[in-house]
């Protein structure tokens, strides 16, 4: 887990319940499995605190969770109802460290 503030109080965060990630400019939204967090963090800040390898960068907006990823078609991931770009720039590193995941 990890700790954000949300509205002046600190909130935990499970990984496993990490959908995605996704950038606001001077914020980043957390899409849960119930519920969006809003805090004053920069991307790259919030990638420093996740394990790399299951929260891989797709795109300059978004970080995904690998194991709430659905299906990969062409250039967007999918996590439920969220279709996410990936980037010319991250699909390399983004199918690299799919692979080294595989069992």
Do not use: C, W
Request: hydrophobic share 40%.
């Amino acid at each position: 887990y990890f700790f954000v503030t949300e509205d002046k109080k600190t909130v935990r965060v499970q990984f496993d319940d990490v959908l995605f990630i996704e950038a606001l400019q001077k914020y980043i939204r957390i899409h849960t499995v119930d519920k969006r967090i809003v805090t004053l963090l920069s991307l790259s800040k919030i990638h420093e605190m996740l394990p790399t390898s299951r929260f891989p960068r797709i795109h300059r907006s978004f970080i995904v969770n690998v194991d709430k990823i659905d299906s990969i078609e062409a250039n967007i991931v999918r996590i439920n109802d969220h279709e996410l770009p990936v980037s010319k720039g991250q699909k390399a590193n983004f199918m690299r460290s799919l692979n080294e995941r595989k069992v």
